[in-house]
Structures are given as C-alpha cells and as structure tokens.
C-alpha cells in the first residue's frame, strides 16, 4: 500500500517561503511512469494542482504558480518537496501531495496537512 505523509509548519509569516516534504513509502518515486504532485485547497475553494516532479525528475508547474513554486526530491530520502515563495494570506489552504498516474488522475493521496500564511 502506498503511503504519502506531508510534513512541515503550519504557520507561515507573510512574504516568507512556504516549505513542506512529502514522505513516500512502499513504492520508489524513481520508478514507473508516475508524477508525484502537490495540490492545495484554500478555505472555500476547489482543489487547485499546483505542480508535479515526474519519475525522471523533470518538474511542471502551474502557470499562476509557476514564479513562486519549486518542487524537489530527495530519492535516498525517497521524498519530495514544494517551496512557495513570497506567501500571502491567499495561500492558506491544506495541502497535500498525490501520485498521479495521468493528468488529473490521482491514485494515492496524503492525509494534507494546514497551513496558515498570519502575521
């Protein structure tokens, strides 16, 4: 059974970066054909994709995010990150990292963790 558990602060100043890992178990993210992605829902809103770092490491993100976002990995670690720069009260949301076989289609999803951008 794949596991996937995000982790980091749940507080966040204004203009600071946003810096969260997801753990993976039981499946190697350097392997098959998957992309390991990071996925926020803000109070109120959908679900909003936010980027992805493939199996090969390649990494795609969304265009209104693009500028802020970086996603890494660690495969010793067999993890992966996301930094979102120059946070603003809009990003509060819980995030959550997901597998995903092919576009918009997620098989394993982490438990999403809170995060709150507050003075």
């Known amino acids: 059974q794949v596991q996937l558990q995000e982790s980091g602060p749940g507080l966040v100043k204004p203009s600071q970066t946003l810096s969260l890992t997801c753990a993976v178990s039981?499946?190697?993210?350097?392997?098959?054909?998957?992309?390991w992605t990071w996925i926020r829902q803000s109070p109120g809103k959908g679900l909003e994709w936010m980027g992805v770092?493939?199996?090969?490491?390649?990494?795609f993100y969304s265009p209104s995010l693009k500028s802020r976002t970086s996603i890494s990995r660690d495969t010793a670690k067999n993890q992966f990150s996301l930094q979102l720069s120059s946070v603003t009260p809009e990003d509060t949301a819980v995030y959550y990292c997901?597998?995903?076989?092919?576009?918009?289609?997620?098989?394993?999803w982490g438990q999403g963790t809170q995060v709150t951008v507050s003075s």
């Open positions: 997901a597998r995903e076989m092919d576009m918009d289609e997620f098989d394993y």
């Open positions: 770092i493939f199996y090969d490491g390649s990494t």
């Open positions: 039981d499946v190697s993210i350097t392997a098959g054909y998957y992309g």
